[in-house]
């Protein structure tokens, strides 16, 4: 079973936030949900100021805290290293959220419109309402998936086939000789906040 | 006042759960406390009754709130189906089992025969104080629990909440003696619990100052006590109001009130314990919404989700006509 | 109600991105009749299977609420800023009739006064329906309002000039030093966003250095190698620095480009200016080294076209007797000329310590290799060129000044001293204007070529007026005096006056303006002072009528009816990559040819602008004429004749459907074959590139100028014209911006003196937005607010310290004009500390664009109309602007 990991190259993402909306349109997620989301950074004084972008997703922890926390069964890990949300087992306590160190967990009560409340809701959204509602679900926890759905069909993850930078790589990291993993190895792959213990999939080649 | 909503603090936790954390807490002191007072014997027999009223309704209806709080409470059976794996599933055969112990021992103490009852009901009272005393811990539990909120994850939290539990315990049931109010004994048992929630709430002071002094040099957890002693509800509801006054008050009941009669007494008690429970409340509020994810460091940067001003809400407007 | 489960219709319908003017091909998905999905197209050289965020986000364009659906007529006859339009829907017939009555009636007075304002964010629709109804009805007069006078009336006339391209741009693929001045090129913004990306991003991973000069830390500054603070508008004077410092400081020139691909080696007659020329032929003449004698410019003895080519040297510096003048090669004057720009000068002017520039220049000449070659295949086989791994770089925050014309030249004058021009490594014209087209049919064929002076003509351009040679200037007939003005496309400062109906008394113009037609455009906020625009210019015209997506702030303001257009996924557009200026990335890849094409029929009663135009033209009775006018079109812009079949009927026997003209055009591009259908099919159109038009330099046998002695004539023409008509009772030109060699000139916010308006403020542009259009789409509005500083007001935390500003504080910023916008501003500490900067064309307060509505600053508002803060030479806005900032309630 393959071990699916990403690795993302700072030094190549700029922050366009493209990952963000490729997202967005293939999960047709709700307003403030962004299973994958970009951050920014700044660090120095003036002049020797520095900014980055880090996109963020989840990552797919090889010791996953939303796992140890969850009383269903609904997070589970599959065997090829993806996280899921069982939205049927799902209870929505949102101990998992609070147990994602990554903020990588989004629930919401109930779909709301990207348009101010009270307007009747356009053909794109009821589409997405109802992918929404069907697919992931209101009041559970939602999360990435590597579009579990792509990769099934031998497709990439949205946000990397949308990366005008090509930041990203996606691959098996138990396969030595996969893109990813020799990524990793070379160009000294980091995980976020290591200290945490959890083990990310995720990767992250240095900015500078 | 904050002119931006920081993108970094937790918000899907809040006032419901700040509820139940009260009500579990709030709940597990009372019925600590009257099993206790059950062992004094007579001369503390209305806050033993009155404890007891209050430990199960308080967990019934703190279970029913974190219920309603799910996104999805018709399956929260399914948390009792995995006992062992989580401290949700935990939790919920901790307040199965503390619920089952106080409503027993509750139907025992009103409805039987205190004297043929004596012997079921002290074991009833050994095993109601254990699981009161891990109700109201597994309140702290649950958040420390959270690896995405480095602030809840400190080991002091289940002990602040178990002696916020005692303290709140003392004052809620100070209060329902003033409802149920019996003359002169009323007043003794009064000057007794005065005396020990004043004591407790010395020691949940030490534990609150250790709390936050211990997560301000965590660097991930130190933004989540930066915020906390901005609060308004943390510093003035919590602190002075909730913790202060009512340490105060009682104080007052017991050494400077010796002479007064049982009405001022009651008044002041009944004050004191109100501020209190309320600043119990706000406690247990105060520390959620101050929950922040840790920053994400790498290469030499600090990552955070971004503060946004907080009216960028879009009105309704304008439709061209159709 | 669709399911999504079980849907059955689920197809990828390939079209082109419409969200900005960059020309992605895109893929849009259609799940039973509903477009949920929007990737790039693999096929598609711009983009090769990646767009923009904006692109992504493009199902709330089609299905946002708030689109107009229904042709609407203004019933309140009050017109101005945040005046209540109440709309009232009308039929199509209804607002076609009253349309053609209004343009019936103008054709009567004179059909000049209509004028057409279009948006550059659908750039390829415009060459359709407004040229061909222009040309159709008879008037002069149009603009594409914010387009051309913030960000290219400077640049892309200037590139023009030196690189037959829209913009210009390091070779990516090649380039190892960069200097960046200004522009967000391949960091999510500008022309060829996502391929540019794609090549930056390649570029850092093998060691590119990209120096970025920027007032902010820009998202390209960021991924520079090193950031720059300057101070803004001041970019030119670098750039003249960098010159002063490789030619006299470090002795860093290529000599070989200079001699035989620019007019360095021209003499130069020192009474005048001018170029000395051979009294038979009237050429410009060159110093033969060899023969120790004058020669014209294209004397094979001194001629290089391809660098394997051997010519006799030509004399670059000193000073040679002809015919009895004393005369020098025009590099001599440079050199002379820039000395002035020492390091120290420049950097009293830019904030730049002297030693950087030096040492950037230093490291710049080094990194550009002169005299390293490298061997491309080309069709006649392998061929020798320059190598040349560097480039400087610029757009808009260089060039949106009141020295926008000279700022340019001399930011690509670095690159012309060391030879870094249109060959492999080096500075490229961005946009691929230089080809020979699809082999079978020759087109589009757009190579350049030297005029008689030698200097580089384009062969295709988007407009009808290549950029060199100049136009004459005459007396003028447009509204805005354009005819007289022989270096821009057109201005704002003669509209946007108060006195613009006595000046067009003054230079007797016999007509006034009467009908507006809008396409697109949000002119109110995309231009300047939203009052000025509004009071001075839009309230001027008689009757106005707006093809549009939203209500937006123009429509409420001041037009009469709107007419609800189709958004780019539900319209035909034969060429779109072309007229190829702008949309294709420079390098070695493919040629396309991109579409679009509805991916749903336009929905409610939403038409299409072109097909309206078509059905406005008949109604006016001038159908064969707006055939003509598009027939005649397509030579300059799509590069070739139409072949007759293809052409369109023009004495009005035959009338043809808009998809029709469509078909007609991809056929007589690229054959019977490759028809609509097959583009239906396909999205695109690609054929193979060769080398040589990619690095054209050393296989075209033009030069450019880096001595501009034909501006001293245009200058003289145009100020004797400007004297007979008295125009100085309104503006006071600087002709002596018409001159030969470069020089910077100072802004107002450059001399401003009042110590009050102590913070230099200009704008930058986000990722998530282009124009003013995507402000309204809740996607990007949303993404817009991920970021800290789009909605804000950047400040460096120091100056706000001092200031007594916290972070998210309201605040006004205030120009010495008066004028006045108020925003929250983000403390940082990526900006120069005397600077704000603010984000795109935000602010918005239409009633009818409600995810618009009150996000971020409307900075445009800062922007005065009048001469002094125009570019003299192109005409170029002022977008920098002093203010002073104090805390709002």
């Excluded at chain 1, 099934?152 to 030595?176: Q, S």
Aim: glycine letters at 8%.
């Amino acid at each position: 079973m393959p071990q699916y990991g990403m690795v993302i190259d700072l030094k190549r993402c700029y922050g366009c936030y493209a990952c963000v909306m490729a997202c967005k349109v293939k999960n047709h997620t709700p307003p403030e949900v962004f299973w994958a989301r970009l951050l920014k950074g700044e660090r120095g004084k003036f002049p020797n100021t520095m900014r980055q972008a880090l996109p963020v997703l989840c990552m797919h922890c090889e010791e996953p805290s939303c796992l140890e926390v969850c009383p269903t069964g609904a997070t589970q890990k599959l065997d090829n290293g993806i996280v899921i949300v069982d939205k049927d087992k799902c209870m929505g306590c949102k101990a998992c959220i609070m147990a994602c160190p990554y903020g990588a967990r989004y629930s919401v009560e109930k779909w709301v419109s990207y348009f101010p409340e009270g307007l009747p809701l356009s053909d794109y959204e009821k589409f997405a309402k109802n992918y929404w509602e069907e697919k992931s679900g209101c009041g559970v926890a939602t999360k990435c998936d590597f579009c579990l759905d792509l990769i099934e069909k031998d497709k990439l993850p949205a946000c990397v086939e949308a990366c005008p930078a090509n930041a990203r790589t996606f691959g098996d990291l138990d396969d030595l000789d996969s893109e990813a993993s020799t990524l990793i190895r070379k160009c000294r792959g980091e995980v976020l906040n290591p200290e945490l213990g959890n083990k990310p999939k995720v990767y992250y080649l240095a900015p500078r | 006042m904050d002119p931006k909503v920081n993108g970094q603090l937790q918000k899907d936790w809040g006032g419901l759960i700040a509820l139940y954390l009260f009500l579990g807490g709030v709940g597990g002191g009372a019925y600590t406390i009257a099993a206790i007072n059950s062992f004094l014997g007579k001369s503390m027999e209305l806050s033993t009754t009155v404890g007891l009223w209050i430990g199960f309704p308080a967990l019934l209806i703190g279970s029913l709130i974190l219920v309603a709080d799910l996104g999805n409470p018709s399956k929260f059976i399914l948390a009792g189906l995995k006992p062992g794996t989580s401290w949700i599933a935990r939790g919920f055969w901790i307040i199965s089992l503390f619920m089952v112990f106080s409503f027993l021992h509750l139907v025992i103490h009103e409805f039987t025969d205190v004297n043929q009852t004596a012997g079921i009901m002290t074991v009833l009272a050994v095993l109601g104080i254990i699981f009161a005393i891990l109700t109201i811990a597994y309140t702290g539990l649950l958040l420390g629990a959270s690896k995405g909120i480095p602030f809840w994850r400190s080991g002091i939290v289940p002990v602040l909440f178990v002696i916020s539990g005692l303290v709140t315990g003392h004052f809620l049931t100070m209060i329902g003696m003033v409802v149920f109010y019996e003359g002169a004994s009323t007043v003794t048992q009064f000057r007794t619990m005065a005396l020990e929630a004043s004591i407790v709430v010395v020691v949940e002071l030490l534990a609150i100052l250790f709390f936050l002094h211990a997560a301000y040099k965590q660097p991930d957890s130190r933004e989540s006590v930066e915020r906390i002693m901005r609060k308004t509800i943390f510093i003035v509801g919590y602190f002075i109001l909730g913790l202060g006054l009512p340490f105060l008050l009682m104080l007052i009941i017991r050494y400077t009130m010796t002479a007064s009669g049982p009405g001022a007494i009651l008044a002041v008690a009944f004050i004191g314990a109100l501020f209190g429970l309320i600043g119990g409340f706000l406690l247990r509020l105060a520390i959620l919404v101050c929950g922040a994810l840790p920053t994400l460091n790498m290469g030499g940067f600090q990552f955070r989700r971004i503060a946004k001003p907080k009216d960028l809400k879009p009105q309704i407007g304008l439709m061209p006509p159709q | 109600m669709v399911d999504a489960t079980t849907t059955k219709e689920d197809v990828w319908i390939p079209t082109c991105c419409g969200q900005c003017y960059c020309m992605c091909g895109v893929k849009v998905r259609r799940q039973d009749g509903i477009v949920t999905q929007i990737e790039g197209n693999p096929d598609a050289p711009t983009g090769r299977g990646s767009i923009c965020v904006k692109g992504l986000a493009s199902p709330h364009l089609l299905y946002d609420p708030y689109r107009v659906n229904y042709p609407l007529k203004r019933t309140n006859p009050e017109k101005g800023l945040g005046v209540d339009p109440k709309w009232e829907r009308i039929s199509w017939d209804e607002a076609l009739d009253t349309i053609t009555e209004k343009l019936k009636e103008c054709q009567e007075r004179d059909p000049r006064g209509v004028f057409f304002q279009a948006t550059t964010t659908q750039a390829s629709e415009i060459r359709f329906g407004v040229i061909g109804f222009m040309k159709a009805f008879g008037t002069p007069n149009y603009w594409v309002s914010g387009g051309g006078l913030h960000c290219g009336n400077g640049a892309h006339f200037m590139n023009g000039i030196m690189h037959v391209a829209w913009s210009i741009i390091p070779d990516f693929a090649h380039c190892n030093y960069a200097l960046n001045f200004g522009c967000s090129k391949g960091h999510g913004a500008g022309h060829v966003a996502v391929m540019n990306a794609t090549q930056v991003a390649d570029a850092r991973f093998r060691g590119f250095k990209n120096v970025v000069f920027d007032p902010f830390m820009s998202a390209q500054a960021s991924k520079g190698h090193e950031w720059v603070p300057i101070r803004v508008g001041t970019d030119g004077a670098l750039a003249l620095g960098l010159v002063n410092s490789l030619i006299n400081e470090h002795g860093i020139y290529d000599a070989e480009y200079l001699m035989y691909k620019t007019n360095a080696p021209y003499l130069i007659r020192p009474s005048d200016g001018r170029y000395m020329r051979d009294k038979e032929t009237n050429l410009p003449q060159v110093w033969d080294l060899v023969d120790n004698k004058p020669k014209i410019h294209n004397d094979p003895s001194v001629t290089r076209v391809e660098y394997e080519d051997e010519a006799h040297e030509v004399a670059l510096t000193g000073t040679y007797n002809v015919d009895g003048v004393d005369c020098q090669p025009s590099f001599e004057l440079l050199k002379e000329h820039v000395k002035k720009y020492t390091p120290e000068y420049v950097e009293k002017i830019t904030w730049v310590p002297a030693a950087t520039i030096s040492r950037i220049a230093k490291e710049f000449g080094e990194a550009a290799e002169i005299g390293s070659t490298v061997t491309i295949q080309t069709e006649n086989g392998p061929k020798k060129i320059p190598r040349r791994p560097v480039a400087t770089h610029f757009f808009r925050g260089a060039q949106g000044h009141t020295n926008s014309g000279w700022t340019c030249l001399s930011i690509d004058m670095v690159n012309h001293i060391v030879g870094a021009a249109d060959t492999y490594g080096s500075a490229l014209g961005l946009g691929g204007t230089v080809q020979d087209g699809y082999k079978k049919t020759g087109k589009p064929y757009q190579i350049p070529y030297p005029c008689p002076d030698g200097l580089l003509k384009a062969k295709a351009w988007v407009y009808d007026h290549i950029p060199y040679p100049l136009r004459e200037p005459k007396p003028p007939t447009r509204l805005d005096l354009h005819d007289m003005f022989p270096t821009s496309i057109y201005n704002a400062f003669t509209i946007c006056s108060p006195k613009w109906f006595d000046i067009l008394e003054r230079f007797k113009i016999p007509y006034r303006p009467d009908v507006m037609i809008n396409f697109g455009s949000n002119s109110v906020m995309t231009m300047g002072n939203a009052e000025a625009v509004t009071e001075n210019f839009l309230k001027k015209f008689r009757f106005i009528f707006s093809f549009q997506l939203y209500c937006t702030e123009f429509e409420e303001a001041v037009a009469d009816i709107v007419l609800p257009d189709a958004c780019y996924l539900e319209r035909f557009t034969p060429a779109v990559s072309f007229p190829s200026t702008f949309s294709h990335p420079q390098g070695e890849d493919d040629w396309g040819w991109t579409i679009r094409q509805p991916v749903v029929k336009p929905l409610f009663e939403r038409r299409d602008f072109n097909e309206v135009m078509l059905d406005i033209s008949k109604r006016c009775g001038i159908l064969g004429k707006y055939y003509k006018g598009l027939n005649d079109v397509v030579p300059i812009r799509y590069g070739g004749d139409l072949e007759e079949k293809n052409k369109l009927v023009e004495d009005g026997s035959v009338e043809h459907s808009w998809e029709d003209i469509c078909d007609r055009l991809v056929r007589d591009r690229f054959g019977d074959e490759h028809n609509l259908e097959y583009f239906k099919k396909r999205g695109l159109f690609t054929w193979p590139k060769r080398k040589e038009d990619v690095y054209w330099k050393w296989f075209n046998p033009s030069r450019v100028p880096v001595y501009f002695e034909y501006f001293i004539d245009s200058g003289e023409k145009m100020s004797k014209l400007w004297d007979e008509y008295q125009g100085n009772d309104f503006f006071k030109f600087d002709w002596s911006r018409f001159k030969a060699l470069a020089d910077w000139y100072p802004c107002p916010t450059h001399t401003e003196e009042d110590p009050e308006y102590d913070m230099h403020t200009f704008y930058w542009r986000a990722v998530a937005h282009c124009n003013s259009l995507t402000q309204q789409n809740p996607y990007l509005d949303e993404c817009a607010q991920e970021d800290p500083h789009v909605y804000a007001v950047q400040m460096h935390q120091d100056t706000a310290a001092a200031k007594g500003i916290n972070d998210g504080d309201y605040v006004w910023l205030e120009n010495p004009q008066g004028h006045k916008v108020k925003g929250w501003v983000s403390l940082c500490e990526g900006i120069e500390p005397k600077h704000l900067a603010i984000a795109a064309v935000a602010g918005h307060w239409g009633k009818y664009m409600p995810i618009a509505k009150g996000k971020g600053v409307f900075f445009n508002d800062l922007v005065e109309m009048d001469l002094e803060h125009t570019d003299p030479l192109t005409f170029n806005q002022d977008i920098c602007c002093r203010v002073k900032i104090y805390k709002a309630d």
